[in-house]
């Protein structure tokens, strides 16, 4: 998991289009710029996650999740 790449996407794009990459690489350039697009796509060792660790990231996501459910009523 890579908290870099994972942005929402439509339905549409993502179910039929195959994740219509083209515009995706695109739309992430303008949000993180090139120096990171070239890190994702780039060699870079994977990273394994202990249990603790992915429990910890699972509780630290449904937080910030809160937050912003939150911060929107």
């Known amino acids: 998991f890579e908290p870099l790449n994972a942005w929402k ?3 549409p794009c993502n179910n039929h289009l195959s994740g219509n990459l083209i515009n995706y690489r695109i ?3 303008q949000r993180i710029g090139e120096e990171k697009v070239a890190w994702l796509e780039g060699p870079h060792e994977a990273k394994r ?5 992915l429990k910890a990231m699972t509780a630290e996501y449904r937080a910030k999740t809160r937050e912003l459910k939150r911060a929107a009523a």
């Open 49 to 53: 996650y202990t249990v603790d660790e």
């Open 27 to 29: 739309s992430l350039l």
């Open 9 to 11: 996407q439509c339905a």
